[in-house]
């Protein structure tokens, strides 16, 4: 779950990270009165979306010169302008696809002189299986080139969750920074509590980018990302507050409400299949027939009548959708009721594309029956090659 930059650094402030002031807005008046709340005489007007890669963003309705997704303004009088111009437009970004994303909030934020541009960034690391911190003295908003290029000067710092965050790991830190004095030690404490709020929050990613030496001789945070490891939601009855729905896929935010892992993919055959495995297992083998799925869509162990025709809804709602396959193996759940409910759900949702249904495991024979017997154009699989062949010339007709 991603939150907004507004929000994260609301959220570090608390553990004493250092922050320039700022105040989000969904109005241009809200961005005004934020704007006369600080000390100025430079403000950044900031487009609050669940997307990187603002500062060199472009605003569809606005021409090529019109500036980006990140403004300096000077005056309260620019502040104005920039937030007419970026509230209600639509700014695309390397991150955001062609479609964009469109701005409806805004953050105004203290305009700071900045000295160096640093990165910055904590993440759990599959490969040891630690937390580990990123950091490099290229900062600012070429990283993605930095890493290709000249991956030698970013430097990985994995941290011993029995010991944590010590500080000889923010030293290290400081060291690839390249700060000394009272710099460095400002930043064996920051380093300190970014960890610290890292395994509190439960973030999966909390990237800075860029973090900056002020031309004071200040460490701070200038933008954050931050996104929470879902699977600690239980102990976060706060995050429900800070989800913003409008920057989530429509389908996957129905699917997520009827407990269903919904991904939507590009191609046009729409997946249902049980277990996660199966359903990496049935697009590997859909495109090895030369189609693409439209969807990953794992309806979980115990797929009930219920859940299987919130799915069937759910991919039917693609427009891109021509067919689907449904992919079950009967386990816990026995392949008669499975086929009652693919029967029950087909007939409720009026399906008009083709379906192509794989069934094994317990009951198959008497679960094939029922689908032969329903009245329906459903077309019966025996295998899971058999399956994606069937289905992809359905769709090819
Ligand atoms: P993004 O990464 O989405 O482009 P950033 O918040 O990193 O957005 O902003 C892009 C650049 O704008 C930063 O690298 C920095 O140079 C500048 N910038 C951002 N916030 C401020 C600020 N408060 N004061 C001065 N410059 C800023
Ligand atoms: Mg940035």
């Not at 609050?48 to 303004?73: N, P, S, T, W, Y």
């Not at 129905?254 to 407990?259: F, N, P, R, T, Y």
Request: negative net charge; hydrophobic residues 45%; proline residues 3%.
């Amino acid at each position: 779950m991603n939150i907004h930059e507004y929000q994260a650094k609301e959220l570090l402030a608390k553990f004493g990270i250092g922050i320039p002031a700022g105040v989000a807005a969904t109005t241009v008046d809200q961005a005004v009165a934020g704007a006369e709340t600080l000390p100025g005489p430079l403000y950044v007007v900031k487009a609050q979306i669940h997307a990187g890669g603002r500062g060199k963003g472009k605003f569809k309705e606005l021409g090529a010169d019109a500036k980006g997704g990140v403004r300096l303004a000077k005056s309260i009088d620019d502040v104005r302008g920039d937030a007419e111009e970026m509230l209600g437009n639509t700014l695309v970004t390397a991150q955001t696809g062609d479609a964009g994303k469109e701005v409806n909030r805004l953050y105004v934020t203290d305009g700071v002189d900045i000295k160096e541009e640093y990165y910055l960034a904590l993440l759990v690391d599959r490969a040891s299986g630690r937390v580990a911190m990123v950091v490099s003295t290229e900062g600012g908003m070429d990283i993605e080139a930095v890493a290709h290029g000249t991956p030698e000067k970013i430097t990985t710092i994995t941290i011993d969750p029995l010991a944590g965050f010590t500080d000889s790991d923010g030293r290290k830190a400081a060291d690839a920074l390249e700060l000394s004095g009272d710099l460095a030690d400002a930043c064996v404490a920051l380093t300190g509590n970014l960890y610290e709020a890292f395994l509190k929050l439960d973030c999966a990613m909390l990237e800075i980018n860029p973090l900056v030496e002020t031309d004071d001789g200040q460490l701070l945070v200038l933008d954050t990302k931050m996104s929470f490891d879902s699977n600690a939601e239980f102990r976060h009855p706060e995050w429900a507050a800070l989800r913003d729905e409008s920057e989530e896929d429509p389908m996957e935010l129905e699917a997520s409400k009827h407990d269903l892992a919904y991904i939507k993919l590009d191609g046009n055959i729409g997946c249902m299949v049980n277990g996660a495995g199966l359903a990496m297992a049935t697009m590997d083998i859909i495109k090895l027939n030369g189609a693409f799925p439209a969807n990953f869509l794992d309806v979980g162990g115990g797929a009930t009548k219920e859940k299987v025709t919130s799915a069937f809804k759910i991919i039917l709602s693609d427009p891109a959708v021509e067919g689907i396959l449904v992919n079950i193996f009967g386990g816990i759940m026995k392949c008669d009721i499975i086929a009652e409910g693919i029967v029950a759900a087909a007939k409720e949702v009026d399906l008009d594309v083709p379906l192509v249904v794989r069934l094994e495991g317990t009951n198959v024979a008497k679960g094939k029956d029922i689908l032969a017997n329903s009245g329906l154009p459903i077309v019966s699989a025996d295998d899971l090659g058999d399956a994606a062949r069937k289905i992809v010339a359905q769709v090819r007709k």
